[in-house]
């Protein structure tokens, strides 16, 4: 979504919020990056690339520790080293709730002064569930709106209730729904299948809510594929020549959205 804003009026910024499990880094192409900059107020520097400033966790990892290799005995001095990916993070609550503070109010969005004036819009990606992370952010920042994004899958409703009631409760406003996978069209008859069933149940129950269905993503293997490269499928000129197997409905539907949330958050 934030890549679908950026070619047009708003300048954007990502925020990974995943404390637990950052992905931000790979998406965007930035797992070998350095580690962040600081200002002279201390504040983080974010990454940039594909034209966005980028900042995640994922980012502040260490490299480290170094383990002797159990593999090959004879050669004690090999080592199997972790990176930043999967370096665990083993925190309790309030470590997160510091961890998401700091990424929320020590962070340098004027791109260390090469932005004057900062940022339009800040896209937040949460992580799943209505933890520590989400109740620190709608508690301590003014958020504008919220797009509550789930699979067309009745067992994933109950979920969906308890986010659209805590997003309720902490007075932070909801901008409609997204149904990601929620059908996959046969490249060879063009048939559209709903893979995880039919989405009529979580429609309906939208609608008794008062959300608005904002777009129906389709199962497209290039999405998954273009997150693993680093190169998202939002980026012109890259995965064209696959607009006939999903990548036009992909691109279709988050310009839609993305052109929806900039007019409703003004």
Known sequence: MALAMHPSRPRV??????????????????RDA??????????IIPLVNHGLQCMSMGFLLSRDPQFPSKTNKTD?????RLNQESAPIVWRGLMVQKATQQLLFEVDW????????GIDVLVVDLPPGTGDVALTLGQLVHVDGAV?????????????????????????PILGMLLNMSHFRCPSCTTQHDLFGTSASIES??????????????????????????????????????????VTDVRSTMSDLAETVVSRIG
């Open 205 to 246: 129950a939208a609608e008794e809510m008062r959300l608005e269905i904002l777009g129906k993503l389709p199962l497209v293997p290039q999405l998954s594929m273009s997150a693993d490269r680093g190169v998202p499928l939002m980026l012109q000129g890259f995965y064209d020549a696959d607009s006939d197997s999903g």
């Open 148 to 172: 509550i994004v789930s699979t067309a899958q009745d067992v994933a409703l109950a979920d969906v209730k308890k986010g659209v009631a805590m997003f309720q409760k902490i007075k932070v």
């Open 13 to 30: 910024g990502i925020l990974d919020l995943d404390i637990f499990g950052p992905s931000l880094p790979r998406i965007m192409g930035l």
């Open 34 to 43: 350095p580690e962040p900059e600081v200002n002279n107020f201390n504040h």
């Open 110 to 117: 004027s791109g260390g002064g090469n932005i004057p004036g």
């Open 76 to 80: 004690m001095g090999s080592t199997w």
